[in-house]
């Protein structure tokens, strides 16, 4: 039998140890794959989210989305899978908190990109962001959102599937249309250009088809409408279709009343500003026919009403006051006018759920001893409480307490305050507790750490 020379006894060598590194390779693929459909994400009762086949779900019992080994998520619903999204976006009304399943690009106010994978969760959409979730796909978030020209309104959440003609699918658990026009979204943080792709902030336009590239094939030079007797849609397209057509949500009933509700009638709020006491409501009323005979709004905590306020038929704004910090409050806007009968009409034409904002304290410390401390209280705003104390503690144990002096904590100078102590350990940690603020206990979240 012939021997194996120095060559080809190097050449089995290096293919034996190739074959055991591809192994290795495919092994690690198979368990790094079946490790990630292992993991379930809580989906809790009232959420919403769109199906694979455009369909929107309400899953109305707490329950989990996982993805399969095809990377394809589904949720369990009764016992079967309901598959959904490709990247699914959940949106609980309740909580108003969305969570994200993928991958999701956000453009930051300064144009950076931020990659968010796997499980993203937004617990509130009190800041107006932006995600491309995929070419021409977006997620827009905000507590307001609405079209430039006031047609279209909604709250906290939008989704836009952009075709190659420009024309966009707009939807969410409320809203569900088709526009044909080119379309601009307005936030309270940015402007979005649908047709074109641009984001706009502060006057600066951002290139959101450099983000992973575009396929769309809209002009993206504006131009001035003008009447085509042909009948085309007015995006250079005539009436041809465009090659591929996006993600189509199918929830037409919704659709028909979006169109009732924001076209036919043009009444509609296009914004609400909290602070901790009051919340501000901009507003559009288009009357042109002087057929109102009135439009207010009714607020609602914990379910019960607590006022109903005339918004003016001829203003644009009003501030609702004396409210309570760190309190959602749920709006219902309506207008009256009398039909051909002379019966008067009542039509609910939006709502909307807010939260005013909680009051912010900061404590400091100005001087440490071994039997004393010595911190500064400084309540932001101006704010005064009713009363307040701060409460040290050395690791988990409470070891003395301080009355604050409110009216200096509101000051911009703040409340000088000591603690005397007696003990010894790791850390020591100053809180802010036990705060009354218009006769009620509210949360204020201020505390300060340090190594004793």
Do not use: W
Not at 216 to 225: I, T, W
């Amino acid at each position: 039998m012939r021997k194996l020379d120095t060559k080809n006894k190097t050449f089995i060598f290096a293919l034996s140890a190739l074959t055991f590194i591809v192994l290795g390779i495919i092994v690690v693929f198979i368990i790094v794959k079946i490790s990630k459909t292992t993991i379930k994400y809580e989906i809790k009762d009232g959420t919403y989210v769109y199906n694979e086949s455009g369909e929107l779900v309400t899953i109305n019992e707490e329950t989990y989305a996982k993805k399969n080994v095809l990377d394809k998520y589904y949720v369990m619903l009764d016992g079967k899978k309901e598959y959904v999204d490709s990247k699914p976006v959940f949106y609980r009304e309740k909580t108003r908190e969305l969570k994200l399943l993928g991958t999701f690009y956000e453009i930051a106010n300064n144009g950076e990109i931020n990659k968010f994978s796997g499980e993203t969760i937004i617990e509130s959409s009190g800041n107006s962001r932006l995600f491309k979730i995929a070419d021409r796909k977006y997620l827009v978030v905000a507590s307001v959102i609405r079209s430039e020209d006031n047609s279209l309104h909604t709250n906290d959440y939008l989704l836009v599937d952009i075709d190659k003609a420009g024309n966009a699918y707009l939807y969410n658990n409320n809203v569900n249309i088709k526009t044909f026009t080119d379309l601009e979204l307005v936030t309270d943080g940015f402007h979005f250009d649908v047709s074109r792709e641009y984001l706009i902030i502060n006057n600066e336009q951002i290139d959101l088809a450099k983000v992973n590239g575009s396929t769309n094939e809209h002009s993206r030079e504006k131009v001035e409408p003008v009447e085509d007797e042909g009948g085309g849609n007015g995006n250079g397209g005539g009436n041809d279709q465009p090659e591929e057509t996006p993600f189509i949500p199918k929830n037409t009933i919704i659709e028909q009343e979006i169109v009732q509700k924001y076209i036919a009638r043009k009444t509609t709020v296009t914004g609400i500003e909290t602070t901790e006491n009051d919340l501000k409501i901009n507003y559009v009323i288009y009357d042109p026919f002087s057929e109102y005979d009135e439009v207010y709004v009714n607020v609602y905590t914990n379910g019960s009403l607590i006022g109903k306020y005339d918004l003016g038929i001829n203003s644009t704004s009003f501030v609702v006051n004396e409210l309570k910090a760190h309190t959602r409050y749920n709006l219902e806007f309506y207008y009256t006018y009398k039909n051909d009968n002379d019966e008067l009409v009542t039509v609910k034409f939006d709502s909307a759920s807010v939260e005013t904002k909680n009051i912010k304290a900061s404590l400091s410390l100005e001087k440490t001893s071994d039997s004393v401390v010595r911190y500064i209280l400084i309540v932001e705003g101006g704010y005064r409480l009713d009363s307040a104390i701060v409460e040290m503690y050395i690791d988990d144990t409470k070891v003395g307490s301080d009355v604050v002096n409110t009216s200096q904590a509101a000051s911009a100078s703040g409340y000088k305050g000591s603690i005397s102590f007696e003990g010894t350990g790791d850390f020591v940690t100053l809180k802010l507790t036990n705060c009354i603020y218009n006769g009620e206990a509210i949360d204020i979240e201020s505390s300060y750490k340090y190594k004793l």
